[in-house]
């Protein structure tokens, strides 16, 4: 005997469940990942001369007591901070990566140099120590 209503018992298709993340697109930008880094490092070392430089003028027309001694570095690290968040944000939203390589890459090329004048400055010091 044939079933009156052949449809009733055909399998109803799963919906997909939405959990993985969304693909990338093909073409995330215009410009390489290099040109991004060279962007991200140039820009990172142009804003944080702009900060010290231009941390005397607020100090001198927006302040009344004047800053603490800590505050330039402190306000450098949270601009830091906040470019690396900015970053992060391109690559998790648009998947434009280089940004954050370039600015850890001026930021350690900045620790380094410091470190190794630093080291030079010691090097001198205890040298003409020996000499005397």
């Known amino acids: 005997m044939a079933d009156p209503n052949p449809e009733a018992k ?5 919906e997909p ?5 969304p693909a990338q697109r093909a073409n995330p930008g215009y410009i390489p990942v290099k040109g991004r880094m060279a962007i991200g490092c140039l820009g ?7 900060w010290f430089v231009g ?14 001694p800590w505050a330039g570095v402190a306000g450098w690290g949270a601009m830091t901070v ?3 968040g900015i970053a ?4 998790v939203k648009f998947g434009y990566k280089g940004y ?8 350690g090329a900045a620790a380094l140099l410091l470190f190794g004048l630093f080291l030079l ?10 000499r005397r």
């Open 44 to 50: 990172y070392i142009l804003l944080s001369v702009l």
């Open 88 to 91: 992060l944000w391109l690559r």
């Open 17 to 21: 469940i939405d959990y993985a993340a």
């Open 121 to 130: 400055v010691l090097a001198i010091c205890g040298y003409a120590a020996a």
């Open 10 to 14: 055909r399998p109803i298709p799963a």
């Open 55 to 68: 941390l005397p003028y607020f100090e001198r027309q927006w302040t009344i007591n004047g800053l603490p």
């Open 100 to 107: 954050g390589y370039g600015i850890l890459s001026a930021f």
């Open 82 to 84: 906040a470019l690396l």
